[in-house]
């Protein structure tokens, strides 16, 4: 069984899927998961739109369950490659979106 990385942009396009699909604000997700993929071109501008839109997100959000979960997403995308297993990172993905469904 092959295992996914999950900064492959067919697994990134899968999940932009699922939150669009589950989550009330499936949208900023998508735009995120977007910018992740365009990171992998322009390194140092994506990171700097990422960040801003994440601390944007974490001042006018008043939804902190949500703002939380994006906190973890967030930093689970900037950990770099060689410090995380696929799987760890899926695990630790996955488990955010259940907090985040538990929580809501």
């Not at 900023?28 to 990171?47: G, I, K, V």
């Not at 703002?67 to 996955?94: D, E, G, M």
Request: net charge positive.
């Amino acid at each position: 069984m092959r295992v996914h990385n999950v900064h492959e942009p067919k697994v990134l396009l899968r999940i932009a899927f699922f939150h669009t699909v589950h989550h009330r604000n499936g949208f900023l997700h998508l735009l995120m998961l977007l910018l992740e993929l365009f990171q992998r071109l322009f390194l140092n501008f994506a990171t700097v739109v990422l960040v801003l839109i994440h601390f944007v997100l974490l001042k006018y959000i008043i939804d902190l369950n949500f703002a939380y979960h994006l906190s973890v997403t967030f930093l689970i995308w900037k950990l770099p490659y060689h410090y995380c297993q696929c799987r760890y990172a899926f695990y630790l993905y996955t488990n955010s979106i259940e907090m985040y469904k538990i929580a809501v």
